[in-house]
């Protein structure tokens, strides 16, 4: 019997800017169908940004995870629920205890048929979600996403107890649970 490799698979990229891509990675990472989630920037006008280039709020990037997922065993819109329950979609000036224009949120969409899907989730979660306020995450064509360097890579394993500390006491945990516990 011969092995399936990845280049025998149909696989989608899903693309979204939540924060800090730290915290992006693992709540995506443990779904069955998820093939890798990758750190990077993407949505600016610098070629091959670093950290600090990025940091600086001067390349118009967003920090953002990029998704390879399996449509056959984890859909889009699954993916799009999973990023919703990261975020706070109402707060247009960074997440959490990350401020500024790198820090903002967005979803990148691939296709006509993303960008249809990812408008339609806005839409429920503006009109049955926990929030007073309106969303303001944008849904943008997907740009050249680039990488981030190793060490931003996969962080959550790599340094677990500061992962932790940063998740909770940037304030993201404690939202999220607030808002989404009984999801």
Same mark, same amino acid.
């Given at each position: 019997? =011969? ?6 698979? *149909?696989?989608?990229?899903a %693309?979204? @800017? $939540? !924060?800090? #891509?730290w ?27 670093t ?25 889009? =819109? ?6 919703? *329950?990261?975020?706070?979609? %109402?707060? @247009? $000036? !960074?997440? #959490?205890?990350?401020r ?52 931003h ?15 909770? !006491?940037?304030g ?12």
């Amino acid at each position: 019997m =011969e092995e399936t490799t990845k280049k025998d698979k *149909q696989y989608e990229l899903a %693309t979204f @800017a $939540g !924060g800090c #891509f730290w915290c992006m990675v693992k709540p995506f990472d443990q779904w069955p169908g998820v093939i890798q989630v990758v750190s990077g920037y993407t949505g600016g006008h610098v070629e091959n940004p670093t950290y600090q280039q990025v940091c600086s709020d001067t390349t118009g990037h967003y920090e953002a995870v990029q998704i390879t997922f399996d449509p056959n065993v984890i859909s889009y =819109e699954q993916i799009l629920d999973v990023f919703w *329950q990261q975020i706070d979609p %109402t707060d @247009a $000036g !960074g997440q #959490f205890g990350d401020r500024g224009s790198s820090y903002q949120t967005a979803i990148f969409y691939h296709s006509p048929e993303q960008q249809t899907l990812a408008e339609q989730s806005k839409q429920a979660l503006a009109g049955s979600g926990p929030f007073q306020a309106p969303i303001v995450t944008p849904i943008l064509p997907a740009q050249t996403f680039y990488p981030a360097e190793t060490y931003h890579q996969d962080y959550y394993k790599k340094n677990p107890l500061h992962y932790k500390m940063y998740n909770v !006491g940037s304030g993201r945990a404690g939202f999220i649970e607030k808002h989404w516990k009984s999801k």
